[in-house]
């Protein structure tokens, strides 16, 4: 029996990138907060706590002084900058690239004074958004789906951005029916703000999904680019199963006529805990 990893799947650029840099400042052995769960991932996180990673809250970090906190790959609004240099804190920046980048020029729209409405495609409250929203102050307007579109005025104009882990071809689609619907001669701009790393994962992961009679999508509960990618999976191939880690792995369901079994997850989904579950599997024999 065939047991694949897929090799497209695990950490994007950005969360290695924050968790090499969590890693580097507790092998010093001074404490560290990281303001937030550093990844989407139980297990991850638990890894890191058992290094020296402390998790917080924003409320927790408001009370914080003369400290070292990391901030994560989603980015922060301003506020959480300004209570750093207010209490003397010392900021590991981890931001995506990618999220520091539509984050200016979000702020930069906002700073026009032109009246336009920001729009940002996303899922509320997730940790990018509302670093995103921050730098409106709050005021840009957040969509889930086409469906709520409604909260837009299409005779004001309109700035469309959108959370980097959201579906491309959603967004096109949005793209589209607000062009449709914006009033005659009022001006609506928008930017492809979708990192690329991710959106191409999709193609990919459907391909590796059609691939084995079987397949296992490792990732954390709270992972919103996970669940894009376990439906991607799911609808190319049913026999699709959501894991968060190997002892969810149900056995019973490796027959002798499963003869290849995949192995796949999301940018959250740490490759070691993916090698756990094929390790798990491989220990089968029939």
Same mark, same amino acid.
């Given at each position: ?47 890191? /706590?058992?290094?020296?990673?402390? %998790? ?8 914080? /002084? ?6 994560? %790959? ?19 920046? %981890? ?75 959603? !967004?096109? *689609? ?14 609506? *701009? ?17 391909? !590796? ?22 439906? %991607? ?54």
């Amino acid at each position: 029996m065939l047991v694949e990893i897929d090799k497209g799947s695990g950490f994007c650029f950005g969360v290695t990138t924050a968790i090499r840099k969590a890693e580097e400042e507790l092998s010093r052995g001074v404490p560290l907060y990281s303001l937030g769960d550093i990844v989407h991932n139980g297990e991850e996180c638990e890894r890191l /706590r058992q290094l020296g990673l402390i %998790a917080i809250d924003h409320e927790q970090f408001r009370h914080l /002084r003369d400290v070292r906190v990391l901030l994560r %790959a989603h980015g922060e609004p301003p506020e959480t900058y300004a209570i750093a240099r207010a209490n003397n804190i010392e900021l590991i920046d %981890a931001t995506c690239p990618v999220v520091l980048s539509i984050q200016k020029r979000i702020a930069r729209d906002a700073r026009a004074g032109d009246g336009a409405q920001i729009v940002i495609f996303g899922q509320k409250g997730h940790a990018e958004v509302l670093g995103l929203m921050g730098q409106t102050g709050g005021e840009a307007i957040v969509i889930e789906s086409i469906d709520e579109l409604d909260r837009i005025d299409f005779t004001r104009p309109v700035r469309l951005y959108s959370q980097t882990t959201k579906s491309l071809a959603e !967004f096109r *689609r949005l793209v589209e029916v607000i062009q449709q619907r914006m009033a005659p001669g009022v001006e609506f *701009r928008y930017s492809d703000t979708i990192c690329r790393q991710v959106a191409n994962r999709l193609e990919n992961i459907r391909r !590796f999904a059609a691939s084995h009679d079987l397949v296992f999508f490792v990732c954390g509960r709270k992972s919103s680019n996970g669940r894009v990618l376990l439906e %991607a999976c799911r609808e190319t191939n049913p026999n699709t199963h959501h894991v968060e880690d190997a002892s969810q792995i149900d056995l019973s369901l490796i027959t002798p006529a499963v003869h290849s079994v995949g192995i796949c997850g999301a940018t959250s989904t740490p490759a070691w805990l993916m090698e756990a579950c094929r390790e798990k599997i491989s220990s089968l024999s029939f």
